[in-house]
């Protein structure tokens, strides 16, 4: 398997720095290279970066590449410098030598780690999502490399859409572009950076501002970023959720600037950190608007506890009022934004699918879907909890693994009357899948705050400097990574395989299909316009083949002349008004790829049934097939 993914090495390469060189050049500019935590905050930065340097060239007519990227981190690196010397006067000392290692090394080891676990559910780089959401999702793509536009405002042409959240898109076509690799390849090698680098720093940064710059913290989040099922792995199996996928990993690195606003030395590092929170919501929204909802949510919990928490301390009517004033307009903002961001009931009509105490049970463990537990993982989020409840102040940092907990068991185990869950789950289309990947998101830090709680019990018992315990430290460390290969984790990736298997039986493309394809480079001009059914995989014959399409998705705009071609076209030797429709389309070729589709289900595609089981004719001249995959040319019309 391991040289079958030879041909995603350039791609995830260029991933690769595309999510690491921006951000730590800004962190660098900012604050300097002491700060331990700051280096895992560069993916969020890089990812809003390459977000708003992409709409910045579609918006100026710059092509989508390297240029654009330099340009916006120069000017970003520029002002986070400026912000340095105006205004903060810290200088931090850096963490033990030791704990900065043992980091490095444990972030190291998730990435290979989860790289392994993402190649495994993807099999091969070429391997596509048999999912619904993959054909935008693909064609998006394709549609951005050809025209070198991967701005928010341009790639929803696709589908028909004004505005597009684009910063899964504008990595993954900057990766082929760059790299020259293929559509699925690029994807299959951004979504293994995003998952495999993004993801684990953004957890470590978020633990390491929470809970301090320890061994066990660093060690500990980089462990358990590859112990569950729920995230990354779910959101590229159900969907496909790419670009949920992207936000949330590294809305972690947004709960640690929350934090880090809150512990505010003074006046100018309150403006740097704002500046830091600014620039990441901006990457966030970019990424999936409700990944930013979830910032809001989790981050506004925490606030109004430190808001009450820091009022009881004071006791002053002053700060009691202040207090108040600032909570009520959170509050009324977040009122405000969940109104905003409704969704219609075509798109959020998901409903439960179990009771709300199997919901309570699946999120405390971090075990949604009916994933296998992980005693481990279990174990600690227990101990977690536990050391919490002994020293709940220490414990601000749990509430966002509440907040999580909450929308979860709301969306999964209440009625869909229930009006509490329609009023604070609709912004995710009350799809219980997305909010589940937020459980691991939130809910790390308390994990790790168990594995902390073990190892101050446990450190009582050893004297420091003893290579006794720099054992037991290197023997804990391989025990945690054990949760990479846990029954969560192998529980996901088994499920997920599924989603990207190429055979003759799959969804959306059949092997036959795929083969197919793969031959129209050589059966079709370049200038063919080809008909078929969107709800099978002749909609990627212009993600795969390059090859136009009438029908991008199933759910694009058709004019009168495309339905009639849908619903006629097997009648085009009788009816004259086939023929008139076909040639002012200027459709020269059709897809046959059967009934089969996306959805598996016989009715998905009747809109589309007279596309479909066609017969060579007096106009339709058999040009291809594999098995039951053909290829025709409209010819006499």
Known sequence: MIESWSAAIAPFTVATLALVLPGAVIVVAGWGVRRLSLWFFAPALSLAVLAVASVLAGAVGLRWGPLPIVIVTVLIAAIAASIRLLWVRDAPSAPPLRVTLTTAAAFIAAI?????????????PENISQTFDAIVHLNTIRYAMDTANASAFHIGATSDIAFYPNAWHALV?????VSGSSVPVAVNAANIAIGAVA???????????????????GIAAAALSTGFGAFPILLFDFGVLYPNATAYAVLPAGLAAVWMLLRAADWGDAIRTTALLLLLIVGLGLAHPNAFLALYAMGAAVVLMFLLMRAIDGASRRVWLTNSAIALLILLVGAGLWRFSRTGWDMS???????TAQAFGEAVLISPRSYPVTLLTAALLIAGLIAIARRPRQGLFALPFAVASFMFILVSGTPVEFLLREMVTNPWYNDSFRLAALLPVAGIPVAVFGVVFVADASARKLRAGTPLRAGVTAAAAVVLFSVAVGPNVSGAIAQAQVAYRLDPSAALLTSDEAALLERLDDETPDDALIAGSPWTGTSLAYALAGRDVVELHVFGSRNADEIYVDEHLRDIDKDPRVCN???????????????????????AA????????????????????????RLFQVVGC
């Not at 290979?112 to 091969?124: D, E, K, S």
């Not at 076509?173 to 572009?177: A, W, Y």
């Open 581 to 603: 429709a076909v040639r002012a389309l200027g459709v020269s070729h059709v897809l046959d790829f059967g009934t089969q589709n996306v959805f598996n289900r016989d009715d």
């Open 112 to 124: 290979a780690a989860i790289i392994i676990q993402l190649m495994t559910v993807f099999g091969r």
């Open 199 to 217: 993801w684990p720093a953004s957890v470590i940064a978020l633990s390491l501002t929470t809970l301090g710059n320890r061994m066990a913290v």
């Open 349 to 355: 009509r998901w409903g439960p699918w179990q009771s």
């Open 173 to 177: 076509t900057l990766s082929g572009l």
């Open 606 to 629: 009747a809109d589309r049934a007279g596309i479909q089981n066609l017969a060579p004719g007096e106009h339709l001249e058999l040009v291809d097939s594999q098995g039951d995959a």
